[in-house]
């Protein structure tokens, strides 16, 4: 899977703390090492409403269709995706999980249906079905890119439940790509999210 950055809020934890100190009217105890010093009272307190003053865009291709339905259900975001009724999708690529790539008898059964999806679409295609339709016999494998929105306070939630044990490898993966862009840009919005290279899974550490 492939992640990139599109565009983060410049200078994104100096203008949560500009604005954060608003509540307080306290500009005047702007002073080195302040940014992080409020930030992570923010954190602490719960009052990360004002983290959503900042936000992020990511394209991420390569990634199964499964996995987008996913990070689809996160309501707080704003989503492009590439379209099943205008792009042909004859020659489609499709996402194998490693159990199956793994598992000879499994990865054998798993191509051959993938290439029973193209034929059946192809062959629809050629009865004359538009591509919305004939996108119905497409699998949860077949590759998608997406486009995703959101300010600090959701990626929080999100790298929270997605980036989790309980969560799927592929979302997790993602997940993980993204928090580490996320700490690059706004290293103290995110320092509370540890990630385990080896079990690549996050951790949150509660301060
Ligand atoms: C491990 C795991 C397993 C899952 N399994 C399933 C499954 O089997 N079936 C299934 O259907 N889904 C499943 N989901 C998806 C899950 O139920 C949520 O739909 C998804 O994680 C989006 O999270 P969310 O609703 O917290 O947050 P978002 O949609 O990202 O919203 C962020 C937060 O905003 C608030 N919010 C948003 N909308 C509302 C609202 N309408 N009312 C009140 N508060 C709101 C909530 O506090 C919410 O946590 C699973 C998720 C995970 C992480």
Redesign the pocket.
Same mark, same amino acid.
């Given at each position: 899977v492939l992640v990139e950055l599109l565009s983060i809020t410049p200078d994104a934890e100096e203008l949560i703390e500009e604005i954060g100190r608003t509540a307080y009217l306290s500009w005047d105890k702007k002073s080195k090492g302040s940014t992080e010093r409020f930030i992570r009272m923010l954190v602490k307190k719960g009052h990360t409403s004002v983290l959503e003053h900042a936000k992020a865009t990511f394209r991420i291709r390569g990634g199964s269709r499964a996995f987008t339905h996913q990070l689809v *259900? +996160? *309501? /707080?975001c704003a989503f492009t995706q590439q379209s099943q009724r205008y792009v042909n999708e004859s020659n489609f690529n499709y996402i194998t999980p490693k159990s199956i790539e793994n598992n000879e008898a499994a990865n054998q059964i798993f191509k051959a249906f993938v290439h029973q999806c193209r034929h059946l679409y192809k062959t629809l295609q050629s009865l004359g079905i538009k591509n919305e339709d004939a996108r119905f016999v497409l699998p949860n494998a077949i590759e998608s890119v997406i486009v995703i929105t959101t300010n600090f306070r959701?990626w929080r +939630?999100?790298i929270n /439940? *997605?980036g989790?044990k309980?969560?799927q490898w592929e979302i997790r993966n993602v997940t993980i790509a993204i928090l580490q862009m996320l700490k690059s840009n706004a290293p103290t919005c995110f320092e509370d999210f540890i990630i385990n290279e080896e079990e690549k899974v996050v951790r949150r550490i509660m301060k």
């Open positions: *259900r +996160h *309501r /707080l959701q +939630h999100i /439940l *997605r989790s309980h969560a």
